[in-house]
Structure formats: C-alpha cells, structure tokens
C-alpha cells in the first residue's frame, strides 16, 4: 500500500518530487508515478542526490518588505506580501519516504493506491514551516525525539533535505508567495507550527492559508505588531472552529503565565511591570555564576532591529495602546532574592499585547534590560535610522550575520537560563507582589514549548479563535512543558 508523502509509513529512502502546483496537485503526482511501477518495492520517486533527478525551475519569488516607519497612522501593519515575478511558475517540492508495497497485496492484485485518496485529504500532523533556520531545527529535533507525525517545509529544498534526513521526517518546499500551492499543502495538516521570520513579513499569508483550509495556526513570533493583526481573524478562525494561537514560545509563553500568576496573588491589579531577562543562570544553577554562552540568533536580532525598534516605544494605559519613546520608563527588577536587583527600560515587547487579553490589567508596561537615558534613545534612534534607510539597512543586517550563532548540535544545550520578572499592584491601596519565573536557554525551551503546544492540539485540546498562551491552556503551561525545569520565585 503506497502512503502519500503527509502519512507515515516503512521508509526505506527520501525521494523528492516537484511539481508546478497550479498545474497538479502533489497527490495526483505520486499517482501517476505510482501506477508506472510493477514491483513490489515500489519508489515514489528519485531519490536526493540522484544525477537523474529532474527540478524544475524555481520560482524567482521574493517577499515585498515594505518598509516599517516609526510614524504610524493605524494601530494595524499592513503584512501584504507580493509575487515579484508573476510569470514564474511556483513549484511545490514534496519529499517523501519510499515505501514497500506488501507482499500479499501484490499477490492478490490489489491497487498499491488502493484506499490513499481517501487517506491523503484527510489531516495529518504538524507542518513546521521555516524548519531550516535556528529555531526550526531545534523544533525538528524535538519532533523527532517526541514522535509526533510532522511535515518540515521551508523554500529551500535543499537544505530541507539535509534536515529531514537527520531526523527522519518528510519535508516540502513551497514559497509563501504561491498561494495556492501554500493552501494545498496547509490543507493536509491539522497543525501548522509557523516558525519562519521576520513574521511582520511572512505570517499574513500563512495564517490566511490556515484559516481558509480549516488548519490551526501557531507561531513564535516576538513581534506586537504580528499579535495584534493575527487577532483580526478571530471571528473568521470561530467559524472556522480553529485556533489562531501566536506566540508560543519564550518571547510570551513564560510572561504571559507570569502575569496570570501575579494576577491571581493580586485580583485587584491595576498595574502590571514585567521584564524579560534573555541571559541569567539557568534553574537549579549557581546563581552566582555569569552565563557567557547566550546567542541570539541572526533572526531575533534581524527582526528586532528592522521591524521592533522602528515601533517605537508602546505601553498600554486604560486598556490603550499609547506611543512613546523607548526607554521613556526605567526600573529595577529582582530574579532571585539572592541577586541584586537589574536595571532595564521600557520596550514594545510581544507580552504588552498578549498580557492585557490574559490578566485584564488596564495598564501594563514591559521592559527589556538597559538603562532609560538619552544616551539609549540616541543610540536606539541610530539603529531605527539605519533599519529603514537604504544602504545602512543592508550594512546593519550584515553586520549582525557577522556576530556568532546559538548551538543547535543535537545534545549540546547551553548552560543558561532565560528569565521574566513581574510585579503587580494596585493603585488606591498601594498592595503589591512580585515574582519571578526562570527558564533555560531559550531557544530550546521554545522548541520545548512550541512542540508541546502542538502536540496538545493535535489532540484535540484547543478553543476556536485568536488565544493566548492563558487564555488557551492556563497559567501552569509554563511549568508543564515536558523536559523543562521550570522556577516560579515569589519575591515577597
């Protein structure tokens, strides 16, 4: 029985397979491939690496980075992506495992497609696009160490390939600018893991291919822009009866449970700080110690230079989002009683949106470390000139590709931790608690997190619409992450 590229089966080799998606359907591909072989052992299609194996031409696509101002007219960022060569055909590349035809269905006679066409529209599994860069790759080894059913895609085959080899799973290449091909692969998962940046750019067309098939849509974003228009498909994802859940790793997950916790300390809240610490000593550590092996990636420095800093600075006043500068606000936070207390500055960070849906504090400010002085400002207003002015745009971007990258060796975890400290208070009684929450390294931890939440909504545990981390699973998913340590510290 010949399984299609999205159900497992005996693998005995990757092949791979490319085809025009708006000419064929994948599917009917392997068909066709299918019905021209006699063997028992019957291969899907040329396997990676083979000299005979034919490409077609790729789409020259290109995503149209409109250029993110600091002076913004709408709360809501127009994510248009745009097809810079319309004439180009756009391919859909499906890898899969060659599988062995039974023995007793040959002698029988039986169709080696018998029963797959029902099968193949059915859902199955996670589709983990961006599975090529630092985040992706973590998320395919956590996969593979937790065996869920999954697909990685991504545009590049090649390096698709090479992962999916590694870890033992199907890939598929498909440009976020083809959107029916995108629609076509989407349709045949139930999950979709959304973990390619920057997400202002690329997480419009794939929500929308998740909302018009009836697919879940989860991503990692860091990003409040991205929040905050995921959140206007939430009535259409309702009818949908699916689940558009961002953010789902530590840019949010540990904040957002956090402020749950701090909320229910304190139900009378009319103030909520909270500060993300992206290097500390991780749990069960010497606190003493001075982590030195914390890297951002490439992405998370891209993405915060070229589309979180040219925001601006956000807070969230009586329910509003209010603009003004970053590092207008300074403050102090504790991690663990032991430690002293660090300095850090406001920023538009990811939980100001995330926070207010899931604790109903009115005023909110979230904090990143550094120092609130004009000192910072300038030097903040240099790195907004540079990411939105052509050349210094390129320069900064390749300046940062210069600097080292996160370990993603299987097995090799750094020794850090990540952080979110918070405190709550209420204004006219002036009562108050803090707490903390530690983490480890964050990119595994989101990979950590990330699969997790898959997983649970693989199962069929999700609410239909937009939702937070709280708001979907609680404040206690931040200590239910399998494999984490996890410390919540009261710090009063």
């Known amino acids: 029985m010949i399984a299609s590229p999205l159900i497992r089966g005996s693998c005995l080799g990757a092949c791979s397979i490319t085809v025009p998606a708006r000419r064929v359907s994948a599917l009917h591909a392997l068909e066709t491939l299918s019905r021209s072989q006699q063997s028992s052992q019957i291969s899907l299609g040329l396997r990676s690496g083979s000299s005979s194996a034919v490409q077609s031409r790729r789409s020259r696509t290109a995503f149209s980075r409109k250029r993110l101002g600091s002076d913004y007219r709408s709360d809501r960022l127009d994510l248009a992506v745009s097809h810079v060569r319309r004439d180009s055909r756009a391919s859909l590349a499906v890898t899969a495992a060659a599988v062995t035809a039974t023995a007793s269905a040959a002698s029988q006679g039986e169709s080696s497609l018998s029963g797959v066409t029902d099968r193949a529209m059915e859902k199955q599994g996670v589709l983990v696009y961006g599975a090529t860069g630092t985040t992706g790759t973590l998320i395919a080894q956590k996969i593979k160490e937790v065996g869920l059913p999954a697909t990685l895609a ?85 009818e949908k009866g699916v689940m558009i859940l961002p953010a789902v790793g530590f840019d949010v997950i540990p904040g957002d449970c956090l402020a749950a916790y701090l909320k229910d300390k304190l139900p009378s809240a009319t103030e909520l700080h909270l500060a993300t610490f992206f290097s500390t000593t991780a749990p069960g550590e010497d606190p003493r110690s001075t982590p030195a092996n914390a890297l951002p990636s490439h992405g998370t420095l891209i993405s915060g230079a070229k589309h979180i800093l040219p925001l601006g600075g956000l807070v969230r006043r009586n329910g509003a989002i209010v603009k003004e500068s970053i590092a207008n606000y300074g403050r102090s936070f504790l991690i663990r009683k032991e430690l002293p207390p660090l300095s850090t500055m406001s920023f538009p960070a990811a939980e100001l949106f995330s926070t207010s849906l899931s604790t109903s504090i009115p005023n909110i400010t979230v904090y990143v470390p550094g120092t609130a002085s004009w000192v910072t400002s300038l030097f903040i207003w240099i790195i907004q000139f540079a990411a939105r002015v052509w050349p210094f745009n390129r320069l900064l971007e390749s300046a940062i590709r210069m600097l080292p990258t996160p370990d993603t060796t299987p097995g090799q975890r750094p020794n850090t931790g990540m952080a979110c400290s918070g405190e709550v208070i209420n204004t006219a009684s002036n009562e108050r608690h803090r707490a903390s929450v530690i983490v480890g390294e964050g990119y595994h931890f989101t990979a950590s997190c990330s699969v997790e939440v898959a997983r649970r909504v693989l199962q069929g545990e999700f609410k239909p619409g937009y939702q937070t981390p709280v708001t979907a699973f609680g404040a206690s998913l931040v200590q239910q992450i399998p494999g984490e340590k996890v410390e919540i510290v009261d710090l009063d």
Do not use: W
Not at 185 to 212: D, N, Q, W, Y
């Open 154 to 238: 991504g545009r590049n085959l090649q390096k698709l390939q090479a992962i999916g080899n590694a870890v033992g799973l199907p890939v598929a290449a498909v440009d976020l600018n083809d959107a029916e091909g995108l629609r076509e692969l989407v349709g045949r998962h139930k999950v979709v893991l959304h973990v390619a940046g920057p997400f202002t750019i690329t997480s419009k067309p794939m929500i929308e291919a998740c909302v018009s098939t009836g697919t879940h849509y989860l991503d990692v974003t860091g990003e409040f822009k991205v929040m905050e228009h995921a959140r206007t498909y939430d009535a259409t994802a309702k």
